[in-house]
């Protein structure tokens, strides 16, 4: 504990003077919750919060002057924000909050010790302290042990804790992935029993913390934790209907556990193939959803095979009635259905029969999605026989070898008609309407199927759909 101590003051002056300056007004001053935990855990932040019994106006008489910035969003809160030397510091008035169990809204009460403020913290390893003036570690309620043990348990019960704020059964999930700590068996019981109240979070809410986990570095037993105990039935219902029975035959992998095998390889390619600088929200929501489509289209075939045909058409659109629900921003929708969509495209491509055609539309339809896509598709295989897995490897990387020869003799990114809107209603003497549109649509297929025409060839072909669709040109 004095270790921590220790190592706290090295890695953040500015909590000691800060803490020099409540003292000399006669308050209390403690750093607190994730930024004690993560600085024991070698995580440190440049964001740190602390507690204090001095009253909102008190904490502003104190920072003003000191503080390059403050801001008094949260004050009815009881927290008062700085920034100094480029660090955010939240300082908030010891708690003692009641809840009215219907929301996860607390009246607002200000406490009068650090042992009260720290009880109504979601878990034990988020409720320990430092008194910054004293140099002493604070842990009540053992959160050092929990933290030695890498175990999730509250300060309180947990059936009050949830109770308080349902949104506490979530971050327990998210704490799971992110800290890779396992939950003491009655926060399991009581998240199990529970399960329903999250109704009583707002979807907003529940999506932060949703994307929080799916960001960590190993999400799997986040979720696992979510499905394991209802959780994910009442907000990611589409992850546990995964969980299909495996027929006798055997003919099918269970949809649920591949899915999380693919979320694990996908986080991998994130690093290792066209690697990316953050974690990738877009992708691992695609791989974790891309076979939802699966249960709904499952048939089973004379001699006892399964198929699931246009499971991608019908996850696409269970993606994106979900994560709307989720209130998940318009880009993430659109993108992450888009790859649903397209996962399962490249499985036609055999041994490399497709046309230059069809590798110019596998491109198009990707758009700017291709990156992701490429990594999907790779990360979906999750076969045990290496022979195959090898060789669907192989026949990838020949099609982005195709895809990259291609890109050097056109501009794949942007592939449009060889003659635009202008041109169009100058050659066939239209108005701007829906016949231009239909004109445009035709001459980008043709530009997809043959790649580059001249201008001749594509003024040519134009003059022949026109007499096709009964448009007479101006002489």
Known sequence: MQNAVTELMRIS??????????SKAGHKLYLVGGS?????LGR???????????????????????????????????????????????????????????????EVTFGDTIEEDLLRRDFSVNAMAIDLAAKKFVDPYDGMSALRDRLLDTPATPQESFADDPLRMLRAARFAAQLGFTPA????????????????????????????????????????LMVDTGLAERVLPEVPGMRLAIDEHHQHKDVYQHSLTVLRQAIELEKTHEPTSEPDLILRLAALLHDVGKPRTREFQPGGGVSFHHHEVVGAKMARKRLRELKYSKEIIESVSQLVFLHLRFHGYGKGEW????????????????????????????????????????????????IARLREQEDLARVRPDLDGNAIMELLGLQPGPQVGQAWKFLKELRLDRGPLDHDEAVAELLKWAAANGITPPA
């Open 185 to 224: 068996p009655r926060v399991v019981k009581a998240m199990t029993e529970m399960a329903g109240e999250i109704d009583r979070i707002t979807a907003e809410r529940v999506q932060a913390e949703l994307s929080k986990l799916l960001l960590a570095d190993d999400p799997r037993p986040g979720l696992e």
């Open 36 to 40: 004690v935990r993560d600085v024991m």
């Open 44 to 106: 440190g932040s440049h964001d740190l919060d602390f507690t204090t019994d001095a009253r909102p106006q008190q904490v502003l008489d104190i920072v003003r002057g000191w503080a390059d910035n403050i801001w008094e969003v949260g004050i009815a809160f009881g927290t008062v924000g700085v920034t100094k030397q480029g660090s955010l510091l939240e300082i908030t008035t010891f708690r003692a909050d009641s809840y009215d169990r219907v929301t996860r809204n607390p």
């Open 355 to 402: 046309t230059d055609s069809a590798v110019r539309r596998y491109v198009t339809d990707a758009g700017d999605l291709l990156p992701r896509l490429h990594k999907l598709v790779r990360a979906d295989c999750t076969t045990r026989n290496r022979r195959k897995a090898a060789a669907l490897q192989a026949t990838y990387d020949q099609l982005e070898e195709r």
């Open 13 to 22: 002056p500015l909590a000691d003077e800060l803490a020099g300056l409540f």
